[in-house]
């Protein structure tokens, strides 16, 4: 029921008014289209709402035909027009302070990564500015939970697509290493974009894995070792 509604919501509410902003050439809104991202971020302290604003950037973000792959960590990044950024911007902002508010790491990772894939060219006037700059400095990405909650989603998302790729798979079959994601790569990296260091995003995925060490059974120790892998790919 609560699925259906956020479907509802992206693709009658949300979506006709990305389409727009996203489109390729970067168009400006109209003052009609401003007034529904006003009354949309507004709205965004609901968690269905939150949800499918996430769901309907993704799928904009990945139905180009730039994009490598079905995730957003190996997506191309958009272009905005300057007159639509703002806009952009003051979505993004409602949006994280209602994860912060809200302990909603799943939007809060998805925004996170998103932040990296919009940009604008200043219209030639002034130089590309990159989303992440302009939330750089949210109260999210200071909050330990966060990381770690986000950390323990992706851990969650490989092992469910192991478990899927294994099915398929002879009996007996063995894998030498868990599975990983590209966004597990890139994870130290992207804590590195908000101006974490290399050796304090080290040490929150070690104290998460070791905290949740149960859940993971024998793979902890090698996730310790192949999430270090992430300072390559800031």
Not at 57 to 78: C, F, N, Q, Y
Not at 102 to 129: H, S, Y
Not at 161 to 187: C, D, H, I, N, Y
Request: proline share 4%; glycine share 8%.
């Amino acid at each position: 029921e609560v699925q259906a509604a956020v479907k509802q919501l992206m693709n009658d509410e949300i979506r006709p008014v990305l389409k727009g902003l996203l489109a390729s050439p970067p168009l400006g809104p109209s003052e009609a289209v401003k007034a529904q991202m006003e009354q949309m971020r507004q709205g965004l302290g609901d968690g269905r709402r939150r949800a499918a604003l996430c769901q309907a950037l993704r799928l904009e973000i990945l139905g180009r035909e730039s994009s490598e792959g079905p995730e957003l960590d190996g997506a191309k990044a958009i272009t905005v027009a300057l007159a639509a950024f703002d806009g952009i911007v003051a979505l993004f902002k409602s949006a994280l302070d209602a994860c912060d508010e809200q302990n909603d790491a799943w939007c809060g990772r998805d925004l996170m990564v998103m932040t990296q894939l919009l940009r604008t060219d200043g219209g030639g006037v002034e130089k590309p500015v990159q989303l992440l700059s302009r939330v750089y400095n949210h109260a999210l990405w200071n909050k330990v939970t966060f990381w770690e909650d986000a950390l323990l989603l992706g851990l969650c998302e490989a092992h469910a697509a192991e478990s899927v790729w294994r099915r398929k798979l002879p009996a007996g079959s063995q894998w030498s290493q868990p599975s990983m994601t590209a966004f597990l790569q890139r994870f130290v990296g992207y804590m590195m974009a908000f101006g974490i260091s290399f050796d304090q995003g080290r040490n929150s995925v070690w104290a998460t894995l070791r905290k949740h060490a149960p859940l993971l059974g024998g793979s902890s120790k090698a996730y310790a070792t192949l999430l270090q892998i992430g300072r390559a790919h800031v």
